[in-house]
């Protein structure tokens, strides 16, 4: 009895990460679930938004830019 019981228990438990492994990944699930969870999470960008982070990009270039310049300016002054 307790060799039987023991065969269960090791079958179970090699066979349901397995098998959770071999649902996962297949192809069907992993379009229907996964992708269209991407794209209700990061939608396809738009025109304007890509505009809008365009010009944010240069804001923080131009900023961080006058930092520097400022930082080399304190930086020559002190010497």
Do not use: C, H
């Not at 699930?29 to 938004?49: A, M, N, Q, S, T």
């Amino acid at each position: 009895m307790g060799v039987k019981i023991e065969m269960f228990r090791m079958v179970l438990y090699l066979s349901f990460p397995v098998t959770m492994f071999w649902i996962s990944n297949q192809a069907e699930y992993f379009e229907e679930y996964v992708v269209k969870r991407k794209r209700e999470i990061f939608p396809p960008d738009e025109g304007l938004r890509r505009k809008e982070m365009e010009d944010f990009k240069e804001r923080m270039r131009a900023r961080k830019e006058q930092q520097r310049q400022l930082k080399a300016m304190t930086m020559g002054s002190e010497n």
